[in-house]
């Protein structure tokens, strides 16, 4: 069966390169194009579509509104499509708390059409994989029922890689991170500009430091480091000492960065002294890293599938033998914690 998309974007042009590029794929079909919500609420109800996409500037009812109130009375998958500005980290972050599964930025300076349209094809199918939506509150974890997490060793590195659903499954992970937690290294799929909104919304809620990585930075205890969008973030080891680097060579599994990026540099860096962890998320990006990492000695888990959004990305590092154990998303930290401690 097709995947049915409908498009929602007041331009014209842009609703014609998304159905063409779209259009592309045998998996997917456009069923219609909406220039503004309200138009756009007739055709969910007249074409039935797995998916929208939905543009967040338009006439009469912005994006946002349209999202609340479609998510209250008819909730579906939607995937955000805008070219928003130096905002537009914290509008995605609303979009997703609104219930929102992706986002993508329309091309520019970061993307082109094609890398956009490879990015979106990706997207509307893990979108229509998607069960149950998972939205994320950024408010401080009240750590009730919680296991108070001690930490014996902290020469350990932990890289985590996710995708569809990982800004909820990450904020669960390391709201339990002690504050001498082991440095962490983290390859969320998001466009340019919206990681550094996402890290300073995390850093806003966790006891660790949190934040949005920097070329040539190093790695230390109580910190996590979240690759930036549009670039793929490496480890680099000095004497004893890690530190990150950056760069913007080819995406991988259309993205960048990409989780297998982060991961092959950690298993040759860093060997047995990492953890490594695949959360939620469609495709394979990360499992062959992980693999490699488990072979350097490392532990590794990954997210059950009763707790993922989407169990594509966990489901392939299983499938190749790059896992320790599988967790639900509750106890991954506890886990990680155990093997950082061994």
Known sequence: ????VL?????????NVLSKELSLDPEIEVVGIAS??????????????????????MPRMDGLQFLEKLMKHYPMPVIVVSSLGKAGGEVAL????????????????AYSVGDMADQLVDKIKAAAAVKTFKTVSFCPHSGGGTKALAVKATKKIIAIGA?????EALKEILVKMPVNAPAMVIVQHMPQSFTKAFATRLNGVCKIEVKEAEHGEYLSVGKALIA????????????????????????????????????NSVAKMAGKNAVGCVLTGMGKDGAAGLLNMKNAGANTVVQDEKTCVVFGMPKEAIARGAVTVVKPLNLISETIIDFANK
Request: charged fraction near 25%; charge should be negative; avoid cysteine.
């Open 7 to 15: 498009i929602i974007d007041d331009s014209a042009i842009v609703r």
């Open 94 to 109: 609303r979009a997703i708390e609104l219930g929102a599964v992706e986002f993508v930025t329309k091309p520019g300076s």
């Open 228 to 263: 930036p969008g549009n670039f793929h973030m490496e480890i680099e080891r000095s004497g004893s000492d890690y530190f990150v680097k950056l760069n913007s060579d080819p995406m991988v599994h259309h993205q960048r960065p990409a989780v297998d990026i982060l991961f």
């Open 163 to 167: 995708s569809t659903g990982g800004t």
């Open 36 to 57: 503004d919500p309200i138009i756009g609420r007739d055709k969910i109800v007249q074409l039935r579509p797995d998916v929208i996409t939905l543009d967040i500037e």
């Open 1 to 4: 069966m097709t995947i049915k």
